[in-house]
């Protein structure tokens, strides 16, 4: 059974950062995406030497993955108010990297991420 689970979500304040973690379980994928919501965060391709961001985090927000343990990470640093949301870990196992969210067959719960001012 496929699992993805996520972990490190919280209420912080605006410049704090946050490590968000997705335990993934049952398959292995090649492709691995954040989303706030619906909203596209971040994605990785297979050994995590492509990645992708939203313009909206460009320099503040690291995704990254380790094969070995089967989990990926997002770091998130300077988070702003705007960023509060629901994270959602994704993944593919299409080749390469994709903003699209049709495109992420398998999806966590979610863990919610608040910043306040």
């Known amino acids: 059974q496929v699992q993805l689970v996520e972990s490190g979500g919280g209420s912080v304040q605006a410049g704090d950062s946050l490590r968000l973690s997705c335990a993934v379980s049952?398959?292995?994928?090649?492709?691995y995406a954040w989303f706030r919501q619906r909203e596209f965060v971040a994605s990785t391709s297979w050994g995590g030497?492509?990645?992708d961001y939203a313009d909206s985090v460009k320099g503040r927000f690291t995704i990254s993955r380790d094969n070995a343990s089967n989990t990926v990470y997002l770091q998130m640093n300077s988070l702003k108010p705007e960023d509060t949301g629901v994270f959602y870990c994704?993944?593919?196992?299409?080749?390469?990297?994709?903003?699209?969210?049709?495109?992420?067959?398998?999806w966590g719960q979610g863990t919610q991420v608040t910043v306040s001012s």
């Open positions: 049952g398959r292995s994928f090649n492709a």
């Open positions: 994704s993944a593919s196992r299409r080749i390469g990297r994709f903003t699209r969210l049709d495109l992420y067959g398998s």
């Open positions: 030497a492509s990645t």
